[in-house]
C-alpha cells in the first residue's frame, strides 16, 4: 500500500553514524533553533526507564510490523543492559485508520512518553499538527504525510522527499528499452500511494518511459482480471509495482497467470515477503519478477553476509513469535536504533532537547548494512539499492557489487530526481 522506507542492532551491530556526546547547548547543526525549555524537559524519563510513544494504524494488522520492530528493538537493548542503565519502554497505540485517533494518541505522546519512535500512519497527518505545534517533541517515525515530515523535529532512517531515486529505473531502461516504452502499473487509491506512484511516473518520464496505464483501484480490491485483459488488450510489456504491498501482488500475480499474460515484472519492498509466492499460486506464477528496494535482503537471503539481519529477525521472533517480518517491522526497528542512538549520545541525564540535538548530528546511519548510508539529520533520500529476482520461489541478488565491497552490496549509480 505504500513505498516506504522503505522501507532500514545496538552496540555490536551499530549503525555507521556520526553521534557523539552533545552538550547541553541550545545551538544546532541545522535547523531552526531547539527550544529552550527542551533542554529541560525530561516528560517520560525516570531513573530506571525511558518510555517512548508509537501511533500506528493496526487495522486487520496493516502495520502492526512497525510496532514489533520498534518492541523488538528496545527488547534487544534492553537484554544488553539498556541505554545509560535505563530500560525502554514502547508505548503502542492503534489509531484504528481513523484521524482523530491518530491526533488524539499523539497528544497522549506529547504529555506522557519521551519521544515518538517507528510510527507508521496513513492518517499521520493529524498527529503531524501536534508534533508541529510542540518542535521539543522529538519524532523518529517514517511519515507518510510530506509535512510532518518536513519538520525540524521529524527525523527518519529513510529520509524521503518529493521525487524518487533514478537508479533502479535506469537499471531497467538500459536492461529493457523497447519494454519501457509500453509500461504500467497498478496502484491502490490511497493518498500516500497515489503521491508515491506520481513522483515516480516523473522520474520514469524523465527517463523516456512511456506509461500506458495506471489505474488506482481501492485498497480492499481482490480481483484485477478487467485491469489485466485491458493492459494486455494495450500492449503493456513492463509492469511496475513497487507500490503493492504482497497481497495485492499476489492477487495480481494469480490474474495475470490465468491470463496467460506474462510482461516484466518489477517489484518493490512492500511486496518483499515469504508469503508472496504462496500466495501468488506457487514459483511459477513469479518466477523471473525483479525486485529493487533500498535496503538488504532482511528476510534472510542476505544474513549469511550481514550479521545484523539475524539480530534484526531473532528479536522479532522473540517479542512477537511467529510474526510474518515485513518492511514496516524493519522500519520499526530502524527508528529505533536510531532513537537509541542519539538516547546514548545525549548522556546519562537525557531531555528532549539534548536526543533533538544528538540526532541533528546524526549524518551516517546504515543499522549494520540494513539499509544503505543514509543521513536522517540533513534528511537527504537515499539513492542507492538493490536489484534482486525471484528464481525458483526464492529472492535473490541480481548484478549487485559485493556486500564487502565500499557500498556494502549496494549499486550506488544514479542521483535522486526531484518533483519538489
Known sequence: MIAACAVMAASMLSACSSTQT???????????????SAFDDTTGVTAKTVTIGNVTTEVAGLFTGAVVGTEAYAAYVNSQGGVNGRTIIVHGVDDGFAGATNKQATQYALQNDFAIVGSVSLEDSFGGTVIAANPQLPDVSASLDPATRALPNNFSPNPTKDGYPLGPLTYFKKKFP????HAATIIADLPATIRAWHNE?????????????????PPTQTDFTQQIVAMKNAGVQILFLEQEPQNYASAIFRDLRQQNFHPVVVLGTPSYSKQLVVNSGGADAVDGAYLTQASSLFL?????????????????????????????????????????DALRSAGSNPTRGSVLQALRHITSFSSGNLIPVSNPAGKVPITCYLIGQVVGGAFQRLDDP???????GYRCDQPYYSTS
Not at 552533545?22 to 529552550?36: E, F, L
Not at 520514469?204 to 495506471?214: I, K, Q, S
Open 201 to 217: 511516473k516523473a522520474a520514469m518520464e524523465h527517463l523516456g518511459y512511456h506509461v500506458l496505464a495506471d489505474p488506482a483501484l
Open 178 to 181: 523497447a519494454q519501457i516504452l
Open 300 to 340: 534472510g537471503e542476505d544474513a549469511g553476509v550481514i550479521p545484523a539481519i539475524s539480530t534484526f529477525n531473532t528479536w522479532v521472533q522473540k517479542v512477537s513469535p511467529g510474526f510474518p517480518t515485513d518492511f514496516t517491522a524493519l522500519e520499526g526497528w530502524l527508528c529505533a536504533e536510531l532513537f537509541v
Open 402 to 408: 559485493p556486500v564487502s565491497g565500499p557500498t556494502h
Open 22 to 36: 552533545i552538550g547541553q547547548t541550545h545551538s544546532s547543526s541545522a535547523g531552526p533553533p531547539i527550544p529552550a
